[in-house]
Protein backbone atom coordinates (compact mmCIF):
# COMPACT_ATOMS: atom_id res chain seq x y z
CA UNK A 1 0.00 0.00 0.00
CA UNK A 2 1.72 3.44 -0.91
CA UNK A 3 2.08 6.48 1.26
CA UNK A 4 1.09 9.63 0.07
CA UNK A 5 2.75 12.42 1.54
CA UNK A 6 0.27 15.68 2.71
CA UNK A 7 2.65 17.93 3.79
CA UNK A 8 5.59 19.48 4.21
CA UNK A 9 6.89 22.52 6.48
CA UNK A 10 10.09 23.90 7.75
CA UNK A 11 10.79 25.55 10.28
CA UNK A 12 13.93 28.26 9.87
CA UNK A 13 15.42 25.92 7.25
CA UNK A 14 17.57 27.68 4.93
CA UNK A 15 15.63 30.62 3.12
CA UNK A 16 12.16 29.02 4.66
CA UNK A 17 12.48 31.40 7.40
CA UNK A 18 9.38 31.32 9.85
CA UNK A 19 7.55 28.52 12.14
CA UNK A 20 5.26 25.11 11.04
CA UNK A 21 2.65 26.73 11.66
CA UNK A 22 3.64 29.51 8.75
CA UNK A 23 1.73 29.69 5.88
CA UNK A 24 4.27 30.44 4.06
CA UNK A 25 6.68 27.50 4.85
CA UNK A 26 3.79 25.12 4.57
CA UNK A 27 3.24 22.79 1.39
CA UNK A 28 -0.05 21.39 1.37
CA UNK A 29 0.16 18.48 -1.17
CA UNK A 30 -2.57 17.29 -3.36
CA UNK A 31 -3.37 13.15 -4.16
CA UNK A 32 -1.56 12.43 -7.21
CA UNK A 33 1.42 13.86 -8.71
CA UNK A 34 2.65 17.32 -7.71
CA UNK A 35 5.15 19.57 -9.43
CA UNK A 36 7.05 22.29 -7.86
CA UNK A 37 8.18 25.15 -9.99
CA UNK A 38 10.02 28.38 -9.19
CA UNK A 39 12.98 30.16 -9.81
CA UNK A 40 16.82 29.45 -9.32
CA UNK A 41 17.47 30.00 -5.43
CA UNK A 42 13.56 29.97 -4.59
CA UNK A 43 14.30 26.71 -2.54
CA UNK A 44 13.29 23.94 -4.63
CA UNK A 45 16.11 22.14 -3.86
CA UNK A 46 15.68 22.54 -0.12
CA UNK A 47 12.72 20.11 -0.29
CA UNK A 48 15.18 17.68 -1.65
CA UNK A 49 17.18 18.63 1.28
CA UNK A 50 14.88 17.78 3.82
CA UNK A 51 14.40 14.85 2.89
CA UNK A 52 18.23 13.73 2.67
CA UNK A 53 17.90 14.96 6.40
CA UNK A 54 15.20 12.80 7.02
CA UNK A 55 16.53 9.60 5.47
CA UNK A 56 20.27 9.99 6.00
CA UNK A 57 20.85 13.07 8.34
CA UNK A 58 22.43 14.69 5.66
CA UNK A 59 22.25 17.89 3.06
CA UNK A 60 23.83 18.16 -0.18
CA UNK A 61 25.52 21.36 -0.21
CA UNK A 62 24.60 23.69 -3.16
CA UNK A 63 27.80 25.26 -2.71
CA UNK A 64 30.01 22.11 -3.36
CA UNK A 65 27.51 19.38 -5.01
CA UNK A 66 28.72 16.94 -2.03
CA UNK A 67 26.67 15.46 0.65
CA UNK A 68 27.28 16.54 4.19
CA UNK A 69 26.12 15.44 7.18
CA UNK A 70 23.16 17.89 8.75
CA UNK A 71 25.07 18.14 12.18
CA UNK A 72 28.12 19.63 9.81
CA UNK A 73 26.67 22.42 8.25
CA UNK A 74 23.79 23.72 11.06
CA UNK A 75 25.12 27.34 10.26
CA UNK A 76 24.51 26.59 6.72
CA UNK A 77 20.90 25.20 7.12
CA UNK A 78 19.71 27.71 9.32
CA UNK A 79 17.68 30.15 8.16
CA UNK A 80 20.13 34.04 7.91
CA UNK A 81 17.76 35.86 8.59
CA UNK A 82 16.99 33.81 11.90
CA UNK A 83 20.38 34.10 12.94
CA UNK A 84 20.41 37.78 12.62
CA UNK A 85 17.27 37.81 14.47
CA UNK A 86 18.26 35.72 17.19
CA UNK A 87 19.61 37.84 20.32
CA UNK A 88 23.27 37.07 21.80
CA UNK A 89 22.67 34.12 24.33
CA UNK A 90 18.96 33.09 22.99
CA UNK A 91 18.33 30.03 21.19
CA UNK A 92 16.05 29.60 17.54
CA UNK A 93 15.04 26.32 16.39
CA UNK A 94 15.94 24.79 12.74
CA UNK A 95 13.91 21.86 11.26
CA UNK A 96 11.61 19.88 8.83
CA UNK A 97 8.29 18.12 9.25
CA UNK A 98 6.21 16.22 6.93
CA UNK A 99 2.97 14.16 7.46
CA UNK A 100 1.98 11.20 5.55
CA UNK A 101 -0.99 8.80 4.91
CA UNK A 102 -0.60 4.95 4.71
CA UNK A 103 -4.12 3.61 3.94
CA UNK A 104 -7.02 4.93 4.75
CA UNK A 105 -6.57 4.55 8.66
CA UNK A 106 -2.88 5.98 9.63
CA UNK A 107 -1.91 9.81 9.57
CA UNK A 108 2.04 9.98 10.64
CA UNK A 109 4.13 13.07 11.34
CA UNK A 110 7.91 12.90 11.48
CA UNK A 111 9.92 15.89 12.80
CA UNK A 112 13.62 16.73 12.43
CA UNK A 113 15.46 19.79 14.17
CA UNK A 114 17.97 21.05 15.93
CA UNK A 115 18.61 24.39 18.39
CA UNK A 116 21.11 26.74 17.60
CA UNK A 117 22.26 28.84 20.60
CA UNK A 118 23.87 32.29 19.66
CA UNK A 119 27.34 32.86 21.52
CA UNK A 120 28.94 35.90 19.71
CA UNK A 121 28.28 38.79 17.02
CA UNK A 122 29.24 36.94 13.65
CA UNK A 123 26.64 34.89 12.64
CA UNK A 124 27.67 33.66 9.97
CA UNK A 125 30.62 32.08 12.09
CA UNK A 126 30.42 29.02 13.35
CA UNK A 127 32.14 29.63 16.81
CA UNK A 128 29.57 32.12 17.06
CA UNK A 129 27.15 29.41 17.79
CA UNK A 130 26.46 26.05 19.85
CA UNK A 131 24.08 22.89 17.86
CA UNK A 132 22.36 20.83 19.40
CA UNK A 133 20.47 18.41 17.25
CA UNK A 134 17.41 16.89 18.68
CA UNK A 135 15.89 13.23 18.41
CA UNK A 136 13.42 12.55 15.68
CA UNK A 137 10.12 13.00 16.60
CA UNK A 138 7.08 10.71 14.86
CA UNK A 139 3.51 11.21 16.15
CA UNK A 140 0.35 9.24 14.66
CA UNK A 141 -2.77 9.35 14.64
CA UNK A 142 -6.29 8.05 13.09
CA UNK A 143 -7.35 9.70 10.22
CA UNK A 144 -10.93 10.09 11.48
CA UNK A 145 -10.17 11.87 14.91
CA UNK A 146 -6.77 13.78 13.64
CA UNK A 147 -5.25 14.15 16.92
CA UNK A 148 -1.54 13.02 17.46
CA UNK A 149 0.30 11.16 19.82
CA UNK A 150 4.11 10.95 20.16
CA UNK A 151 5.36 7.43 19.02
CA UNK A 152 8.33 6.26 21.85
CA UNK A 153 9.51 2.99 20.67
CA UNK A 154 12.16 3.57 18.40
CA UNK A 155 11.72 0.47 16.31
CA UNK A 156 8.38 1.84 15.22
CA UNK A 157 9.52 5.14 14.46
CA UNK A 158 12.03 3.33 12.16
CA UNK A 159 9.37 1.35 10.38
CA UNK A 160 7.47 4.44 9.89
CA UNK A 161 9.96 6.67 8.32
CA UNK A 162 11.16 3.72 6.05
CA UNK A 163 7.05 3.57 4.78
CA UNK A 164 7.73 7.62 3.85
CA UNK A 165 9.20 6.21 1.14
CA UNK A 166 10.91 2.84 0.52
CA UNK A 167 14.15 2.01 -0.16
CA UNK A 168 13.83 0.75 -3.91
CA UNK A 169 12.32 4.16 -4.53
CA UNK A 170 14.40 6.18 -2.63
CA UNK A 171 17.56 5.67 -4.69
CA UNK A 172 16.27 7.54 -7.48
CA UNK A 173 13.98 10.07 -5.32
CA UNK A 174 17.19 12.04 -3.95
CA UNK A 175 19.11 13.65 -6.65
CA UNK A 176 19.57 16.66 -8.81
CA UNK A 177 19.09 16.11 -12.57
CA UNK A 178 23.02 16.15 -13.23
CA UNK A 179 23.38 13.00 -11.01
CA UNK A 180 20.95 10.63 -12.80
CA UNK A 181 23.77 9.26 -14.83
CA UNK A 182 25.09 8.27 -11.60
CA UNK A 183 22.03 6.19 -10.81
CA UNK A 184 21.34 4.95 -13.95
CA UNK A 185 23.37 3.71 -16.81
CA UNK A 186 21.67 4.67 -20.10
CA UNK A 187 23.91 2.49 -22.62
CA UNK A 188 23.01 -0.55 -20.53
CA UNK A 189 19.46 -2.07 -20.98
CA UNK A 190 19.15 -3.79 -17.43
CA UNK A 191 19.86 -0.77 -15.83
CA UNK A 192 16.73 1.21 -17.64
CA UNK A 193 14.44 -1.68 -16.74
CA UNK A 194 15.69 -1.70 -12.98
CA UNK A 195 14.89 2.31 -12.88
CA UNK A 196 11.27 1.62 -14.87
CA UNK A 197 10.46 -1.20 -12.24
CA UNK A 198 12.05 0.52 -9.36
CA UNK A 199 9.65 3.53 -10.20
CA UNK A 200 6.68 2.01 -11.23
CA UNK A 201 6.03 -0.98 -8.48
Same mark, same amino acid.
Given at each position: MASIINKITFKNFFNYY %??? /????TTYELEDGLNI? @? $? *? #??AGK? !? =? =?NAFLWL?? &? +??? *?? &? /? !? @?? !? #? @? !?DVCIKILSDKAKNECPI #? /?? @??? %?? +?IEYTKGDRKKYQITKSFKATRLGEAITDESSW? =??????EVN?? /????LKFKPVYDEEEKRII??????? $? =?????FLQGEEVDQIIDFGKKESIEEAVQNLTD
Open positions: %GDF /DDPNI @V $A *D #NGS !K =F =FFN &D +QIL *DS &D /D !K @VT !K #N @V !K #N /DS @VDC %GI +QS =FSINQTST /DTVLIEHLIGP $A =FRRYS
